[in-house]
Every structure is written in structure tokens, then in C-alpha cells.
């Protein structure tokens, strides 16, 4: 378990993290989270390359410092603090899905478009 809403919280303050996913779901909410805010580069494949990684950034903050403008200016564009989108997309589901019911159609899975 290596991070999930301290992650969130610590993305959108502008740190950037490193994590490391493992087999479980909660291992890998700060992966996906990286991967929505389109920094893949900070998911390590194991615990060498972690320890790798947080070196290499530890060593050099003029990396790091440009990471982190990076991660700011990626927070504003990105999906992962797109908070109107979701719920409109999540509304927009929730209506299809009483659609569906209300037609007395058997569930089904269905796309909701990108807005």
C-alpha cells in the first residue's frame, strides 16, 4: 500500500512522487495517478529502479525543480484533477444507466464520449 489520497493531495501541491506498484489494487492508485497526470516516468518497475530513480532526482534539483513545473503545469491540462469533466461524464452515465432501466432493457455496457 504506497499511497492513494496523500498522493492526490501531494500531486496537486506540485511534489512530484516516485512509486513503486505491486499485485494489489492499493498498490497502484499512485501509479494510475501518474499515468492520468501524464508522468509515467515517475513509476519505477521495481525496488532497484525506485531506488534508482529517487537518486537520481535527490542528486540533481535542477531535474527535480523542472519536474515540478512540469507537474504544474500538467495539473491544469490533465485529467486527473479534471473534476467538472468526471462528474459530468459520471452524470451523463448515471442517466444512460436509468434510460436502460426505464426501457426495461436487460444492463449492457455502453461508452460515455469524451466532452
Keep these: 500500500f504506497n499511497a492513494h489520497t496523500t498522493a492526490n493531495e501531494a500531486l496537486w ?4 512522487l516516485l512509486t513503486c506498484p505491486g499485485a494489489s489494487f492499493a498498490s497502484r492508485v499512485a ?12 513509476i519505477a518497475t521495481d ?5 534508482n530513480r529517487a537518486l537520481t532526482l535527490a542528486r540533481d534539483p535542477h531535474q527535480l525543480g523542472a519536474l515540478r513545473a ?7 491540462s490533465q ?3 479534471a473534476t467538472d469533466r468526471y462528474r459530468r461524464h459520471i452524470e451523463h452515465a448515471f442517466q444512460t444507466l436509468w434510460e ?3 426501457r426495461g432493457d436487460p444492463p449492457r455496457s455502453f461508452s460515455v464520449r469524451p466532452s
Design 13 to 16: 501541491m506540485g511534489l512530484p
Design 31 to 42: 501509479a494510475s495517478q501518474l499515468r492520468a497526470i501524464g508522468l509515467p516516468e515517475l
Design 47 to 51: 525496488l532497484k529502479d525506485y531506488k
Design 70 to 76: 512540469r507537474l504544474i503545469a500538467l495539473r491544469e
Design 79 to 81: 485529467p486527473l484533477f
Design 100 to 102: 436502460i432501466r426505464e
